[in-house]
């Protein structure tokens, strides 16, 4: 039995320049938002929680919204 591997092109994106893109979209009506407010505000908590983490060599608790 021949084994077969189909491949499809895809150019490699630069995530910050999409994100951008994005961004701009959204400041002109053309995209709507990819996360909640909420999201951002957990995800941005968890990241002060990780450099707390890594400063005090401690584990930090991550603020769950509420």
Excluded: E, N, W
């Amino acid at each position: 039995m021949a084994c077969h591997s189909d491949r499809l092109a895809c150019k490699g994106v630069d995530p910050l320049t999409a994100q951008r893109g994005h961004f701009c979209d959204l400041i002109v009506g053309q995209a709507a938002p990819i996360i909640t407010v909420a999201d951002a505000l957990q995800r941005l908590r968890t990241v002060q929680a990780v450099r707390r983490s890594i400063a005090s060599d401690q584990t930090v608790a991550v603020q769950a919204l509420t």
